[in-house]
């Protein structure tokens, strides 16, 4: 018994902390300038300027055909809309293979 946790022990007493912490540290960079590259992207931006601009024509589309619309009847219908659009979006992109 006492045998296990001597080892246990001297397992323990053989990490270092130093080594450890500055590796993770290493790894916390990496996957921190990956997340801040993907969110100051210009594709990304571009891509949030598109989807807006699609968004304000489809809620102009919509006052043109409901002109007595109220605002909350049209901020529905607009996000159900671009609801249907991304979800068809989501599902052309399902049958793409990516290689």
């Given amino acids: ?5 001597k080892k ?3 397992k323990i007493n053989k990490i270092n902390p130093k080594s ?12 921190r300038k990956d ?7 210009n594709i990304e931006l571009e891509s949030l300027a598109d989807e807006k601009r699609l968004e304000a024509m489809v809620s102009n589309e919509i006052k043109t055909d409901f002109p007595d ?4 009847s049209l901020e529905l219908l ?10 068809k979006q989501l599902q052309a992109t399902d ?3 990516f290689k």
Avoid: P
């Fill in 8 to 10: 246990s022990v001297e």
């Fill in 35 to 41: 997340y801040s590259d993907l969110l100051n992207s």
């Fill in 95 to 97: 049958d793409i293979c």
């Fill in 69 to 72: 619309i109220s605002e909350k």
């Fill in 20 to 31: 450890l912490l500055l590796s993770f540290v290493q790894s916390q960079r990496v996957n």
């Fill in 1 to 5: 018994m006492f045998d296990n946790l």
């Fill in 78 to 87: 607009t996000d159900a809309t671009m609801h249907l659009i991304r979800k």
